[in-house]
C-alpha cells in the first residue's frame, strides 16, 4: 500500500525510521530499562555465582572470595538434597501434566465463547492469576482439610471422608495447578484463537466431528503455545516454596523451600546460592528437553500431514462417545480449581471459628473484618504494600515507555540480544534474584530497603508493562503524529496532545497489571522485607504458615474484592480479551 493510499484509507503505516536517527535514538531510548535490569537483575544473579563458589558462609565476608567446588560438592554427597531435588522435579512434571490436563479444555472454552461474554471469561482466568498466591493456597486448605468442604459433600453423599489430603505431594500439586494454570491457558489460546476457520471447515468437509478435529487439527496447531506453557509451568513450579509450605505441612520439601531456609534461618548464602544455581540448571534442561521434544512434532501441524493421517473408525467413534462429557468434566474441574478456593476463602472471612485452618461453617461474625478495618494491626502492612506497588508501577512504565518506543518503531544492532535479556524475569527462578539482593542489601547498606525492594518489584513487572505498551505504540496512529508536525507542533507538543491521548488504555493497563502484580508478590519479597517494612502479603503468609486467627481471611477476601475493582476499571479502558492481545 502507497503512503498517499494509506493516508486515504486511514490505515497507519509505520514510517521506515531514518538510518541515523535510529542508530542513536533507538539504543538511548532502549538504555535505561537496560541499565536498571543490569543494576537490579543481572547484578544479584552475578552475586549468586559468586556466592555458590565460596567455600565457608560468612554473611560478613566479602563476596569475591577464592572460588571453590565445596556447595555443590555438599549437595551432591548429600542423599538429602538429592531427594529433595529429584522430589522437586517430579512434583514440576506432575503439576505440569495435571495443568495441561485441566487447562486445554479451559483454552477451548475461551476460544468458542461469544464475543460479548469473552471479557467475563478472562475475568476468570485474571481474577485468579492476579490474586496473592498465599490467598489461592489457603483456599486450597479450606478445600482438602479434613473438615474441608470435599469432606463435607462426601458426607452429604453418605460416603466415608478422606483423611489425610492435606500435607502430601496431591495438595501441594493441586495448589501449584491452580496458581499456574492461567499460564498455560494464556499462552494455549494465543494459538487457538489464530487458527483459520477454514481449517475447521475442511476438515469437517471430510467428516471429522468436533471432538476428532479437536484432537486432529487443534492438538496439533497448538503445539507452539503447548510448549510454551509447558516450560513456562515447570520452571514456576519447580521453583516455588510459598504453596508448598502452606500446602506441605514441613512433610514436603521443595528445592525453593531449601533455598529459603538455607538463606534465611541458616544465614548460609552459599549453599542457598548453590541450590538456587542446581534448581535453575535443572529446570532449564528440562525445558530444552521438552522444546526438542515438542519441535519433533511440529511436522504434524502441516495440513498435509494432518489430511494424510489416517485414524481407525472405531477410535473416531470412541473419541466422539467420551469426548464431550469428559471435556466438559474436565473444563467444570478447571472452573471450579480456579474460582472455588477464592469463593471459600471469602465465605470463611465470615466463619466465626478459633483458627484460620479449621473449614466447617460454624456461625456467621463480622469481627474479622473489625479487627482488619479497625483494629489497625494490618494498617502498616497495608501501607508499605500500597506505596510500594505504586512506586513500583511507576516506575515501570517510565522504564517501560521508551523501551517500548525502541521495539516498536526503531531498529538497531543489539535489539534481538536486549529484548531477550529484558524478559530473562520470566523464566528464571525468582528465590535465586532473592538471595542475590538480599546479599547485595547486606553489602551496601545504604540503600534504604524500600528502594531495594522496589527495584526487585520493577524488575518483575517489566516485561509485562514493556509488552503492553509495545501494543499500544504499534497501535498509534502515525498520519495524526506527521499531520500535527506539518502543522507545526514540536516534538513535545507531538507527544502531549497527540501521542500520550493514543497510549492512554496501554498506560492503564499497564499501571494496573503492575500495581496488582507488585501488591501481591511474595517470593522475592519475603526474602527482602525487615520488622519495620513488611508487606501486607508477607504478613498473611507468616500468618497463614503459623495458622493464626482468621482475619487472613478477612484480609484475603478484601484483596480479592480489590483485585475484581481494579479488573472493572481495566475493562472500561481496554477490553480484558483485548489486554491479552496487546
Known amino acids: 500500500m502507497s503512503a498517499s493510499a494509506a493516508m486515504a484509507s486511514g490505515v497507519s503505516q509505520p514510517a521506515a525510521p531514518r538510518p541515523a536517527l535510529s542508530r542513536f535514538v533507538g539504543p538511548a531510548l532502549a538504555a535505561p530499562v537496560t541499565i536498571w535490569l543490569a543494576l537490579t537483575f543481572a547484578a544479584p544473579l552475578a552475586v549468586v555465582v559468586l556466592l555458590s563458589l565460596q567455600e565457608f558462609p560468612d554473611p560478613f565476608g566479602p563476596i569475591v572470595q577464592p572460588p571453590s567446588a565445596a556447595q555443590f560438592a555438599a549437595i551432591v554427597s548429600d542423599p538429602f538434597y538429592l531427594r529433595v531435588i529429584g522430589e522437586t522435579l517430579a512434583l514440576g512434571a506432575g503439576v505440569t501434566a495435571l495443568t495441561v490436563l485441566l487447562g486445554y479444555p479451559l483454552a477451548l472454552w475461551l476460544t468458542r465463547v461469544p464475543a460479548r461474554w469473552r471479557p467475563i471469561a478472562f475475568a476468570v482466568i485474571l481474577i485468579p ?46 495448589a501449584l495447578a491452580q496458581v499456574f494454570m492461567p499460564f498455560l491457558v494464556l499462552a494455549l489460546y494465543d494459538v487457538l484463537q489464530g487458527t483459520s476457520p477454514r481449517v475447521h471447515e475442511a476438515a469437517a468437509s471430510l467428516g471429522a466431528s468436533r471432538v476428532t478435529r479437536v484432537f486432529l487439527v487443534d492438538l496439533p496447531l497448538s ?16 521453583t516455588a516454596y510459598v504453596s508448598a509450605t502452606l500446602l506441605g505441612g514441613k512433610k514436603v520439601w521443595t528445592t525453593g523451600m531449601l533455598v529459603w531456609q538455607e538463606a534465611l534461618q541458616n544465614l548460609n548464602a552459599p549453599l542457598a546460592s548453590a541450590l538456587a544455581l542446581v534448581m ?8 530444552v528437553a521438552t522444546f526438542m521434544i515438542v519441535q519433533r512434532l511440529m511436522p504434524w501441524r502441516s495440513m498435509r500431514a494432518v489430511s494424510a493421517m489416517s485414524v481407525p473408525g472405531w477410535l473416531t467413534r470412541l473419541f466422539d462417545l467420551l469426548g464431550p462429557p469428559l471435556g466438559k468434566l474436565l473444563l467444570a474441574l478447571s472452573l471450579l480449581l480456579l474460582l472455588l478456593p477464592l469463593a471459600l476463602v471469602c465465605i470463611q472471612s465470615f466463619n466465626d471459628v478459633p483458627q484460620a485452618t479449621v473449614a466447617g461453617f460454624r456461625a456467621f461474625t463480622w469481627k474479622w473484618y473489625e479487627r482488619v478495618l479497625f483494629g489497625g494491626a494490618y494498617a502498616e502492612s497495608f501501607r508499605v504494600s500500597l506505596e510500594l506497588a505504586l512506586a513500583s508501577a511507576l516506575v515501570a512504565i517510565a522504564l517501560a515507555l521508551p523501551a517500548a518506543f525502541a521495539l516498536a518503531r526503531f531498529r538497531f544492532r543489539g535489539l534481538t540480544a536486549l529484548t531477550a535479556f529484558w524478559t530473562l524475569p520470566l523464566s528464571l527462578p525468582h ?4 538471595v542475590g539482593m538480599l546479599r547485595l542489601l547486606q553489602a551496601y547498606t545504604a540503600v534504604p530497603p524500600f528502594l531495594g525492594l522496589m527495584s526487585v518489584h520493577v524488575v518483575l513487572m517489566l516485561p509485562f508493562a514493556i509488552s503492553l505498551l509495545q501494543a499500544s505504540v504499534e497501535q498509534l496512529d502515525r498520519v495524526q503524529e506527521e499531520a500535527a508536525a506539518s502543522l507545526g507542533a514540536n516534538a513535545a507538543r507531538r507527544f502531549f496532545l497527540v501521542i500520550l491521548p493514543g497510549l492512554t488504555p496501554g498506560l492503564v493497563a499497564a499501571g494496573v497489571m503492575s500495581f496488582l502484580l507488585s ?4 517470593t522475592v519479597t519475603s526474602f527482602l522485607t525487615t520488622a519495620r517494612m513488611t508487606t501486607l502479603p508477607v504478613r498473611i ?12 481471611h478477612a484480609v484475603s477476601a478484601l484483596l480479592i474484592v480489590a483485585t475484581i475493582l481494579a479488573l472493572l476499571l481495566l475493562n472500561r479502558f481496554v477490553r480484558l480479551d483485548r489486554l491479552h492481545a496487546r
Open 280 to 287: 535453575t540448571v535443572t529446570s532449564t534442561l528440562f525445558a
Open 431 to 434: 528465590v535465586a534474584i532473592g
Open 541 to 552: 503468609y507468616a500468618e497463614a504458615t503459623f495458622s493464626l486467627e482468621p482475619t487472613v
Open 519 to 522: 501488591f501481591g508478590e511474595v
Open 223 to 238: 503445539l507452539p503455545g503447548l510448549r510454551a506453557g509447558i516450560v513456562i509451568v515447570f520452571l514456576m513450579s519447580s
Open 129 to 174: 492469576l492476579l490474586t496473592n498466591v498465599v490467598v489461592r493456597s489457603l483456599g486450597i486448605v479450606l478445600l482438602l482439610a479434613p473438615d474441608g468442604l470435599i469432606n463435607q459433600v462426601l458426607g452429604l453423599v453418605g460416603l466415608p471422608p478422606m483423611r489425610g489430603m492435606l500435607y502430601t505431594h496431591g495438595a501441594v500439586a493441586i
